[in-house]
């Protein structure tokens, strides 16, 4: 278990809206990361942070923005929802101390209606 | 070339045998291929992991067989259980997991 906590686990929003998913770890890891999942495209890179309000873009970050103000919070806002973003969004961190693995939060299930 | 290629997207196997998931890469720089297990409505974990050191590593019933030649690599589950009924993906990185690549997954279902 490499703590991490998202949340919230399910939502339903309509388009146009703003929405925001956290990730909280419990510790303290530099790397943190926001994926998300969607069938026949496995896991995709959406944003990504090496520490304190260092973040940077991954392969399909369009539409969203990230901020990480404390080492262990990372929040995804997608500034106004599309249909599209309907999809399940993970939350990984990369141990400090084993450099080459990356470690999943449960998911958050975000619908856009 | 940063792609990372998995083959079946799917399959079927009796309790008791062996499942063989396929994964191919590209670029050459990635050092480091874990295997990911995921059950429905959970995130993906950590199942097995390779560096291209070596050829082959087993850990219980999985195996990662590696073809560092090929750029091709693979899983294997011995004894196939119906508890290992889950979606697999295998991965790619390289730069101390900075790079990190997925495959599509394969949808592996034991019969009981």
């Known amino acids: 278990d490499a703590g991490i906590t998202q949340s919230p686990r399910h939502k339903v929003t309509e388009t146009g809206t703003p929405v925001t998913l956290r990730c909280h770890q419990t510790?303290?890891?530099?790397?943190m990361y926001w994926y998300r999942q969607d069938p026949g495209h496995g896991l995709r890179l959406i944003h990504y942070?090496?520490?304190?309000?260092?973040?940077d873009k991954g392969e399909v970050s369009d539409g969203y923005s990230v901020s990480r103000s404390k080492t262990e919070d990372f929040l995804l806002t997608l500034e106004s929802a599309t249909s599209s973003q309907t999809s399940v969004y993970f939350c990984a961190i990369r141990l400090d101390r084993d450099g080459n693995t990356i470690y999943f939060g449960e998911g958050s299930w975000l619908t856009v209606v | 070339q940063q792609q990372v290629k998995q083959s079946p997207q799917s399959l079927i196997v009796q309790k008791g045998g062996i499942s063989i998931i396929n994964c191919a890469y590209e670029n050459t720089a990635f050092d480091y291929f874990p295997w990911y297990q995921q059950f429905p409505g959970k995130g993906p974990a950590l199942l097995i992991a390779?560096?291209?050191?070596?050829s082959e590593k087993k850990e219980g019933r999985f195996t990662i067989s590696f073809n560092k030649s090929a750029k091709q690599f693979s899983l294997h589950i011995m004894d196939s259980q119906p508890g290992d009924s889950a979606t697999y993906f295998c991965?790619?990185?390289?730069?101390?997991?900075?790079?990190?690549?997925f495959g599509p997954g394969t949808r592996l279902s034991v019969l009981p």
């Open positions: 991965a790619a990185s390289y730069n101390y997991g900075q790079n990190f690549v």
């Open positions: 510790e303290n890891h530099r790397y």
């Open positions: 942070s090496y520490g304190v309000k260092d973040t």
């Open positions: 390779i560096r291209p050191d070596v």
